[in-house]
């Protein structure tokens, strides 16, 4: 069974920085692109980034160019989000995804709350 648990969030001020862990089982992880998305209240999920399977290969939106970065390890399963240079437009419910099978999984969600 897929699972994706996400750690990490936070209250912190602009400005500030966090690492967001997502732990994942039940797949071969190594084998699949992974994916950050955020939501914030009110508003539409939106993709973050997007990391390869293989990992050489990264995309981010354009709000988080430059601030945001995407990692993992294949041999831990893990997959993280350095956030620095937070911003409170950054504020939201921050998930990792996986397509696997055709289906999307997410995990449950990490908070990350930005304000001075």
């Known amino acids: 069974q897929v699972q994706l648990v996400e750690s990490g969030g936070g209250l912190v001020q602009p400005g500030g920085s966090l690492r967001l862990s997502c732990a994942a089982s039940g797949f071969a992880f190594r084998l699949y692109a992974m994916n950050w998305y955020r939501q914030a209240p009110e508003k539409e999920r939106e993709l973050v980034g997007s990391?390869?399977?293989?990992?050489?290969?990264?995309i981010y939106a354009d709000s988080v160019k430059g601030r945001f970065t995407i990692s993992r390890d294949d041999d831990a399963a893990m997959l993280w989000l350095q956030v620095n240079n937070l911003k409170p437009e950054d504020t939201a419910m921050y998930y990792c995804n996986t397509l696997v099978s055709s289906r999307n999984y997410w995990g449950q969600g990490t908070q990350v709350t930005v304000s001075s």
């Open positions: 990391i390869t399977s293989t990992g050489i290969s990264t």
